[in-house]
């Protein structure tokens, strides 16, 4: 009985150690110990023993079923080890494999241009704001100082949402002007800021698109006067067209916030199909702009008596369609990756100042 006991568990330590897997270990445990197994039989015969055969053969393959329980639970945590090695070495990635071409990717001209635009205006010491995309009335116009049912809330052909419980409608923003309203409840004078994002009018077509993107600035301190507002953007033209000398114009025009007004118009060449900047005989409408009205001023908490500022917004597809000599405004946004392919931008290239915008 016990050279019995003793060459079964030869044999079954010898099985359990050349198992290859978890499947072959789990068959040598069910032939050993499941409840047909050889080691289960064994313990079922002690019944039939007499009690000095029992007091021998017992602890004999108690100690066997112990042993060989331990001996497969160490083989098993070894095998799983050696598989889990095996998976990984399966599914390891090259990480350092270079990328193939066309996985490269590249930067949109709208980003391009707002990554140009606000190195400049870092340059002269613009923060960068932001704001919502959904706005309420209060931003978008009332702060603004548009009177309540002026027709210039029409003007600006406005994506509304349905009707609140409460007779209020929130409104895709038409521009970026109701950031100025957020900077200047939350922040106190002196305020330099730009306020690039995605804007939103009800028209379309090769110059119009239903989002479009915007830049706002605005400059809250003490004995700010038009002047500055003509240095700055008067700079802002020279380094983003990246030529000496840009000859600006300067139109009286309406806003609500801005009192007095004005639009900019940079000089341009027409001739040829194509728009060249700096020269020629026509001129070019490229933004809005303004000294802050004193209402708006009022509207967030601001004393016009000892601040004034200036404002201006512009639209960045046109500069990046001017910049880049880009003909539909509608292509940009129609996600073809030929058109991405021909205009884009290399990712690792960052705008600045020191080593060029472009
Ligand atoms: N918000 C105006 C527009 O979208 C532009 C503007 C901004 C004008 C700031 C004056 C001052 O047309």
């Not at 932001?130 to 009335?137: A, F, K, L, Q, Y």
């Not at 003909?327 to 060029?356: C, E, K, S």
Request: proline share 6%.
């Amino acid at each position: 009985m016990t050279t019995n006991i003793a060459t079964l568990e030869t044999e079954l330590t010898a099985a359990v150690e050349t198992a290859a897997d978890e499947a072959a270990l789990e068959a040598v445990r069910v032939a050993a110990l499941g409840k047909k197994g050889s080691v289960s039989e064994l313990l079922k015969g002690l019944g039939g023993m007499s009690p000095e055969e029992r007091q021998l053969a017992g602890p004999a393959i108690n100690g066997l079923k112990v042993r060989l329980t331990d001996l497969i639970a160490a083989r098993k945590a070894v095998l799983a080890e050696a598989a889990l090695d095996a998976r990984l070495m399966a599914e390891r990635v090259d990480v350092t494999l270079p990328a193939r071409p066309r996985l490269k990717g590249s930067v949109h001209p709208v980003m391009q241009v707002f990554e140009e635009v606000q190195a400049i205006f870092a340059d002269m010491g613009f923060a960068v704001a932001e704001g919502p995309d959904i706005e309420d009335d209060f931003h978008n116009f009332t702060a603004l100082n548009f009177p309540e049912k002026h027709p210039a809330r029409d003007m600006h052909d406005t994506f509304f949402f349905n009707e609140k419980e409460d007779g209020s409608r929130m409104l895709l923003r038409t521009h970026t002007s109701p950031v100025q309203v957020r900077t200047m409840l939350s922040q106190k004078p002196p305020i330099r800021i730009t306020a690039p994002g995605r804007t939103f009018r009800c028209d379309s077509d090769q110059t119009h698109t239903p989002m479009f993107h915007q830049i706002e600035g605005l400059v809250i301190e003490e004995g700010i006067h038009m002047g500055h507002l003509k240095g700055v953007l008067m700079e802002f033209m020279r380094a983003f067209f990246e030529v000496d000398d840009v000859e600006v114009r300067f139109r009286p025009h309406h806003f609500p916030f801005t009192e007095p007004s004005a639009e900019m118009d940079v000089r341009c060449d027409r001739s040829g199909g194509q728009i060249r900047i700096g020269t020629g005989s026509s001129w070019l409408e490229i933004l809005g702009c303004g000294m802050v009205h004193p209402n708006v001023l009022r509207a967030c908490g601001i004393d016009p008596d000892v601040h004034q500022g200036f404002a201006f917004g512009m639209g960045i597809d046109r500069l990046a369609m001017l910049k880049y000599g880009i003909p539909d405004l509608r292509d940009m946004f129609a996600a073809d990756v030929r058109w991405i392919d021909h205009y884009g931008f290399t990712p690792t290239v960052q705008p600045n100042l020191a080593t060029g915008l472009s």
